[in-house]
């Protein structure tokens, strides 16, 4: 597989080079710290974490999300990656990630190979999620929490590193002008948190 990164410099990003990238922690002065308005310092932040599941399928990656249910009281129909809020039992915000991505999609912790993980992001929401990438080898198994999650699909990571397709779109809420990334693939519209995360994911993965 091969992506776009900064400079228009096309790398080779298989799944060893990919390991050995995120090996490096994230030091990307460019990162996007949190959705428009969020306050990074803020102690009232709840602890979340997601997971980040990049699937080895041949002939290429994919990175896998879950699409959220109408009923659901916040972000409801909205394009996510397994996670959420982290629980007084445990242990580091990895064991969030996991917990939440077993929960949600059935997948099983120790079929995730942790690659590495991504600055913080803050959202208007009120929380401070650090999200996880993992690598899973097919078969998946999965078995969605169907309260919770309506789709699971995966889109090649190959499109989701590719700048040309990061908008950056503004939408006028409550009065307020509200900047934020979108990546539209197909009939699915990622944007807000998810899409500032690949944005980073990008990022982090171009500084090399």
Do not use: C, K
């Amino acid at each position: 597989m091969r992506a776009t990164l900064y400079q228009d410099r096309l790398i080779e990003l298989d799944l060893p080079e990919l390991r050995r990238r995120l090996a490096h922690p994230d030091r990307s002065t460019g990162a996007v710290a949190g959705d428009h308005g969020a306050g990074p310092r803020d102690p009232a932040l709840m602890s979340a974490a997601v997971l980040m599941p990049i699937v080895a399928r041949a002939p290429e990656l994919t990175v896998l999300f879950t699409r959220r249910t109408a009923h659901l009281r916040s972000h409801s129909g909205q394009v996510s990656f397994p996670g959420g809020r982290a629980e007084a039992h445990d242990e580091s915000p990895e064991t969030t990630a996991l917990r939440e991505t077993r929960e949600e999609i059935g997948l099983d912790p120790g079929r995730v190979e942790m690659l590495g993980r991504l600055s913080d992001y803050h959202t208007r929401t009120g929380y401070r999620i650090t999200p996880f990438i993992g690598v899973v080898t097919p078969p998946l198994a999965l078995h969605p929490d169907l309260h919770e999650v309506e789709e699971v699909f995966e889109v090649p990571l190959s499109f989701l590193l590719d700048p040309r397709n990061h908008r950056r779109l503004v939408r006028e809420y409550q009065g307020e002008l509200r900047p934020f990334y979108a990546i539209p693939y197909g009939n699915h519209y990622i944007w807000g948190a998810t899409a500032g995360m690949l944005v980073n994911l990008y990022r982090h993965l171009a500084q090399d």
